[in-house]
């Protein structure tokens, strides 16, 4: 029969750099505290106590503890990981629904003279695609006027086409919606369930954050700029299962209106914004943990009751 182990705690001066050295009896070991660790009077004064009683607790509360570490830094990863896909997918949400992404299109690569419609017809069909995709309509039934009369805008490959792209954009949207309600929890979470030491490391997540932004899109300019009728390629061949995507641009109107050139400038465009906003968000993180490290002044003692306070 195994003696029970002492749980009384045995305290003795800690190494150079740290607070103080601790031995459990339960666990046979001794525990440093480093005072680097533990930046915050209020935060250090309770960090051994709390460690002390985590040493104490039960078995199941211990596996408890142990997990909790690693919940929090997959949260942390995804936070990190769901900030640039916000900040990108917020961008394509913009060019997909703003009608005057299209119509800087039409004036750039000439679409009246490609097309034989006029100016003004090719914007509200610009206006229409918008609300197409975000409408509950299978088609899009945009009708023109070209010499005197009435035809559809698109033909019927192209319909199919753009009815695979409205599928697509609204998976898309999903997925910027679900991106912003995790990031708006994470944080609210930081704000409401912790203190100050969860906002330091949320703001370095932060400055994390806009290194990965700007990562990544430095990689997506690097490949766009070395074969960009490549990478337009294998996208549409990833991202669709047919093939009325491959258009002639020569009868057709929706490659007439919105050309492979078109698509490099505009995802150049979607990149150099999401990197912007990643920078901002990275310089808000930087100037938090900036205030952080501010100096501050020293405290004045408290006076005791009864005793007057000293005056200039």
């Known amino acids: 029969m195994t003696a029970p182990c002492d749980p009384a705690i045995r305290r003795e001066p800690a190494p150079r750099g740290f607070r103080e050295r601790v031995y459990h009896g339960c666990r046979r070991r001794w525990i440093s505290y480093c005072t680097a660790a ?17 040493l104490r607790a039960p078995r199941w509360r211990r596996r408890y503890h142990r997990r909790v570490p690693f919940a929090r830094r997959a ?6 990981v769901a900030v640039p896909l916000f900040l990108l997918l917020s961008n394509v949400r913009v060019a997909a629904l ?17 097309t034989g419609i006029d100016r003004a017809q090719l914007d509200r069909a610009a206006r229409e695609i918008a609300r197409y995709f975000t409408d509950e309509e ?3 039934a945009t009708q023109v006027t070209v010499a005197g009369r009435e035809e559809p805008l698109f ?21 910027h919606e679900i991106a912003f309600v995790y990031i708006a929890g994470y944080v609210a979470a930081v704000f409401l369930w912790s203190r100050e030491r969860s906002l330091r490391q949320l ?6 954050t806009g290194a990965v932004t700007a ?5 997506a300019a690097a490949a766009m700029l070395a074969g960009f009728d490549e990478l337009f390629t294998r996208f549409h061949t990833l991202s669709f299962a047919n093939d009325f995507w491959q258009l002639d641009p020569n009868t057709d109107h929706l490659v007439q209106m919105f050309p492979q050139s078109f698509w490099f400038e505009v995802s150049l465009a979607i990149g150099a914004l999401t990197v912007l906003e990643g920078g901002l968000v990275a310089l808000a993180g930087w100037n938090y943990l900036r205030w952080l490290r501010r100096p501050r002044p020293p405290r004045r003692p408290a006076v005791a009751a009864g005793q007057p306070a000293e005056t200039a």
């Not at 703003?98 to 490609?114: L, Q």
């Not at 703001?203 to 994390?208: L, P, S």
Request: aromatic share 10%.
């Open 215 to 219: 990562g990544v899109m430095a990689a």
């Open 38 to 54: 533990w930046r915050h009077s209020a935060t250090a004064r309770g960090a051994p106590e709390r460690a002390t009683r985590r």
């Open 203 to 208: 703001a370095r997540q932060c400055v994390i």
């Open 98 to 114: 703003e009608p005057r992404v299209s119509e800087y299109s039409f004036a750039r690569f000439d679409a009246p003279a490609r």
């Open 155 to 175: 033909n019927a490959r192209e319909l199919l086409h753009m009815s695979d792209v409205k599928d697509l954009f609204q998976l898309t949207f999903r997925l």
């Open 138 to 140: 299978p088609l899009l």
């Open 75 to 80: 949260a942390a990863a995804l936070f990190v």
